[in-house]
């Protein structure tokens, strides 16, 4: 893994291992970073894989710096492709990641949509949301988590709004009588 760094930025790090942290920094120059990183001035992710060919790179170019009359230009042009690779992989992955996220949540979208035309259609009905989960093929947790999250409502709570427009309808029919229309919407009780 590699961590990038933007210029000026502030970090922390803390000791993972007794036998010490084995990093190399490599600071690129404003022009270097923007050849290498396709126009890019800062990196736009913290973090990302790197393959062990980067790895490679650095490590042979390490130890040739320690050989007595390294060659200068042999060692950048190693770490330049490294960093050039690296760079590519981080992007890559966290593009990759964010597609990913998008089509999860496409998904998540799409499970409220069916979720809400259940209850929209079977809102009278004392249907458990267990029931409306199983439908849809997911966990209640998940069914719950994902309704709240593009709702704003639990799913009881989207139920009882349901219910409750569907009283206020009928509310001004004077021959109403409020124990039956609590139990022809499904409330448990008038209250």
């Known amino acids: 893994q590699i961590v990038f760094y933007n210029p000026g930025q502030r970090f922390f790090r803390s000791l993972r291992s007794r ?13 270097l970073m923007r050849r290498l990183a396709g126009g890019m001035t ?3 992710f913290a973090a990302g894989p790197i393959d062990a060919s980067v790895v490679l790179l650095q490590r042979l170019a390490v130890r040739h710096l320690k050989e007595p009359d390294p060659d200068l230009e042999l060692v950048e042009r190693a ?3 490294a960093l050039e690779a690296a760079i590519e992989c981080g992007r890559s992955f ?3 990641r964010a597609e990913q996220r998008e089509s999860a949540r496409a998904a998540q979208r799409e499970i409220v949509d ?3 035309q259940i ?5 009278r009905e004392r249907l ?12 209640r947790f998940q069914l719950s988590r994902f309704f709240r999250s593009h709702t704003g409502f639990s799913l009881l709570g989207y139920r009882n709004q349901l219910r409750v427009r569907a009283a206020l309808d009928r509310l001004p029919d004077p021959g109403i009588r409020l124990s039956a229309l609590a139990e022809e919407l499904g409330f448990s009780n008038p209250s």
């Open 19 to 31: 036998t010490g942290d084995h990093c190399y920094y490599v600071e690129l120059s404003p022009a």
């Open 42 to 44: 800062s990196f736009q």
């Open 79 to 81: 770490l330049t492709l």
């Open 94 to 96: 966290h593009v990759l």
């Open 114 to 116: 069916h979720t809400r």
């Open 119 to 123: 209850l929209d259609a079977r809102f």
């Open 128 to 139: 458990t949301m267990t029931e409306v989960a199983i439908s849809l093929d997911v966990s």
